[in-house]
């Protein structure tokens, strides 16, 4: 009996793990050295940037703004409580439409640590690697090209400096655009629209490159689908703005200031009236530069057939056309988004040449893309990259000290670092709101307020020294409030009189 019982349990069991042991094996002989490549570069790109920024957060590198928020917002979801964000002011998807973080909510559920934003951030730009692979080895025929144009996009400045400019939604678009992309060139229409509704669901100006890549599809694929794309595309833009964002925040965009001469219709105005001074905008402050460092990584091959590249145009032109200076720098979050066009193209390009010139040109492009690396890049071989605090700093290890003995309901308002360390909790300030209001709500006319919460905050973390500005606020509150820690970097108050 006891045998029978023991042929019944194995017998079916054990052939069926072997043969699929042995489908396993033989599909990973069929993964070409190529492909084991590009699977090692995404995941040392992903390897190296998730523990970085790690590092980064865990020696105080990360903020309220650019990465607490976010952590906020994702975990009230989680918790299943509104994002209304009180490191801001305002509903998470008031201030961008990013409805893509829903989808890290699960991840929250098991692992609600900073964790999941990094790894998430890393490993999506790493994989916007995977389409200029595809796209180069249909085009070109050839795989070590296609692993060489893979590695030029990991290269690119702007793909190492977002991963390092603490955490952005924007990062997903890497891979969701690259695929559109990619899917739209070689006539994958059901991948196009996955990849486009799935770019929709990052931000509202996903449009700036969704609709462009819509009009390539309709002059060199298929017009009815074209067309679909842009009228798609614009329409979910409007609706973000003027429905979920006018609903949240009361206007349709917080940034409007940054369009200068007055809004579009100046712009517009100033380009029919006075183009020599809307050239002047764009010759001014170091803008051309800008330009230069995007698109001198891949040495402009795609200028031999730009069709593709000019898909980035127009997210280049309106980072260039803007006001805020961080908008038209290489480091930061708003160039990510026009790498993919701009390296696909190179492709694209490429596969409209002589075979006889498609070493060379790939050659030029990664030797471009080794330099721009290693003189604007974020990558540990680059000369500029910029020096962090390790999580062992003695600072850091104060500060984790200190907010040791903080509730985790408690709460709270404290120094902006530490807010990205403690932002699990339904309410949390960024001092000195709400004692002083700055940079809360949907726009300025809070400024310098009390707000009510400020009767509500049960401890307050400072530094140990700070300007005299924010020390007189301080000191018109710290009545209230009596200091229970400090060391040589940070001081914890806790309040000791009534909560309001």
């Not at 739209?184 to 449009?207: G, H, N, Q, T």
């Not at 069709?307 to 200076?325: E, Q, R």
């Not at 003995?405 to 990205?420: G, L, R």
Request: glycine fraction near 6%; charged fraction near 15%; proline fraction near 5%.
């Amino acid at each position: 009996m006891e045998h029978a019982v023991t042929r019944g349990i194995t017998g079916p069991v054990v052939p069926r793990i072997t043969r699929r042991l042995h489908a396993l094996g033989a599909a990973a002989q069929r993964i070409t050295a190529c492909q084991w490549g590009l699977i090692a570069l995404v995941g040392a790109y992903t390897a190296y940037f998730t523990s970085v920024t790690l590092e980064v957060h865990h020696g105080l590198g990360t903020s309220a703004y650019d990465f607490g928020l976010y952590d906020q917002g994702v975990w009230l979801m989680s918790r299943f409580r509104a994002p209304f964000v009180t490191l801001m002011g305002r509903n998470l998807m008031g201030d961008h439409t990013s409805f893509i973080l829903v989808l890290l909510v699960p991840f929250y559920w098991l692992w609600p640590s900073a964790g999941v934003l990094f790894f998430t951030q890393a490993l999506a730009i790493a994989m916007g690697a995977v389409p200029v692979f595809l796209l180069a080895r249909k085009l070109l025929h050839h795989e070590g090209y296609a692993l060489a144009l893979a590695a030029c996009y990991l290269l690119h400045p702007a793909v190492g400096w977002t991963n390092r400019e603490n955490f952005h939604p924007d990062s997903y678009m890497a891979v969701f655009i690259g695929f559109a992309i990619y899917a739209a060139i070689d006539r994958r229409w059901r991948m196009y629209s996955v990849f486009l509704v799935l770019s929709l669901l990052v931000k509202e100006d996903a449009s700036l490159v969704l609709v462009p890549l819509g009009i390539w599809v309709a002059l060199k694929r298929d017009r009815r689908i074209g067309l679909i794309s842009i009228v798609s595309s614009i329409s979910v833009m409007l609706l973000a703005m003027f429905a979920v964002m006018r609903s949240l925040i009361g206007v349709p965009t917080r940034n409007g200031w940054r369009i200068p001469f007055g809004g579009p219709t100046g712009v517009i105005k100033t380009a029919f009236t006075d183009p020599a001074a809307l050239i002047r905008h764009y010759w001014s402050d170091n803008r051309p530069f800008y330009f230069w460092q995007m698109t001198f990584p891949v040495a402009f091959v795609f200028l031999a057939s730009p069709s593709v590249a000019v898909i980035s145009l127009l997210v280049l032109a309106t980072n260039m056309l803007s006001t805020f200076w961080y908008q038209y720098q290489i480091q930061y979050h708003y160039a990510l988004v026009a790498v993919p066009a701009i390296v696909m193209g190179t492709v694209y390009a490429i596969s409209k040449v002589r075979e006889t010139r498609r070493l060379a040109l790939v050659v030029a492009v990664v030797l471009n893309s080794v330099w721009a690396c290693w003189a604007w890049g974020a990558l540990p071989f680059s000369h500029n990259t910029p020096y962090y605090w390790p999580a062992n700093h003695p600072v850091a290890v104060a500060a984790r000290d200190i907010i040791e003995d903080i509730p985790a309901d408690a709460v709270v308002s404290a120094q902006y670092s530490i807010t990205a360390q403690i932002d699990h909790r339904d309410e949390i300030y960024m001092f000195p709101t709400p004692f002083a209001t700055t940079l809360y709500g949907p726009d300025d006319s809070l400024a310098g307020t009390t707000l009510p919460a400020a009767a509500r905050v049960a401890y307050v973390v400072l530094p140990a020294t700070m300007d005299a500005d924010q020390e007189a606020i301080w000191q018109r509150f710290a009545g209230d409030f009596t200091l229970i820690r400090q060391n040589d970097w940070w001081r914890l108050y806790e309040r000791t009189t009534d909560l309001g």
